[in-house]
């Protein structure tokens, strides 16, 4: 297993030693000893969610706010998506960043999203199944988001903006500006 720093402080691009046999492959898709001698960060996960998505849908961009805030693990079961954090702790060099991630399930990459970021992902395939760990549990009240489409983040989607699915939810969140002034 290798962990790749990011030019985003905390933002980890996991890539897990694949075992491949006769049979098919093994991995190891988190091991809490491995990811603290690796990144140096402690995570107590609590909650697993998985979620499956047509190609064009974005999920996004979402975080969990005060006691709830959540870091997250997150990987590709089946097909491919364009995963995306973007830096919202306020005293943070690269306030405003982000990054973004082609996770597919053949290349097996997880991120790991910190607490304090935003989270997003558009889907690139038909029926991708997509599957991550968090460090605390959903909370609905906690829940807030950013506008995917937020002209000051400028996020690169890769797909056509009039191709993208999303929830009624996702369609009302706030800007960028919007969400800081507030936050
Ligand atoms: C996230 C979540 C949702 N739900 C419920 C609420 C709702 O009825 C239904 C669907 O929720 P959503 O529309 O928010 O699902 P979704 O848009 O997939 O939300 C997820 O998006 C990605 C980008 C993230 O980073 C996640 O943390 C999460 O916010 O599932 C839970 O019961 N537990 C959970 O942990």
Redesign the pocket.
Known sequence: MIAKETHLKDCFVIEPTVFEDARGYFFESFNKAKFLELTGLEVDFV?D?Q?K?SKGVL??????TGDFA?A?L?RVIEGAVLDVCVDLRKDSDTYGQHLSVVLTAANKKQFF?PKGF????VVLEDDTI?S?K?DE??N?NS?A?IAYNDSTLNIDWQLPMETLIL?E??QALPSFKTYSDGN
């Open positions: 909650q969610n979620s998505s999920r996004g961009l979402h975080l969990q959540q997250k997150v999203v935003a989270h997003g992902f997509f991550y968090c549990y959903y609905k829940e988001g929830s939810k996702d």
